[in-house]
């Protein structure tokens, strides 16, 4: 599918010369970014998702974890251990 988008003078000189020095073509590095941005957003709105849904089910049944429960089995994790994630409580 063809787009066009209209760019100032400075940025298309900017794609150029990357496109220049990597041996590609100015669209090539275009397709790329948009590629790359919109993946970046996608995680960050399937992020934001999980959050509120997690938000949601603690409102409606109070299971939690503390910081420090989640803290010492990150740090299990961290260490290489294969920890288990504790159980939630009220």
């Given amino acids: 599918m063809a787009t066009s988008i209209k760019l100032d003078d400075d940025l ?7 496109a220049d020095v990597r041996h590609r073509s100015s669209h ?5 970014a948009i590629r790359d941005y919109v ?4 995680k960050r709105e399937s992020f934001k ?3 509120l849904r997690a ?3 603690y409102q409606e049944n109070g299971q939690h974890l503390t910081l420090e429960e989640a803290d010492a089995w ?3 994790l961290e260490a290489g251990y ?3 994630l504790p159980k939630c409580h009220d």
């Fill in 74 to 76: 990150l740090e299990k």
């Fill in 12 to 18: 298309k000189s900017r794609i150029q010369h990357l």
């Fill in 82 to 84: 294969d920890a288990e």
């Fill in 55 to 57: 938000w949601e089910a």
């Fill in 28 to 32: 090539w590095i275009m397709r790329e």
């Fill in 39 to 42: 993946e970046r957003e996608e």
């Fill in 49 to 51: 998702q999980d959050a």
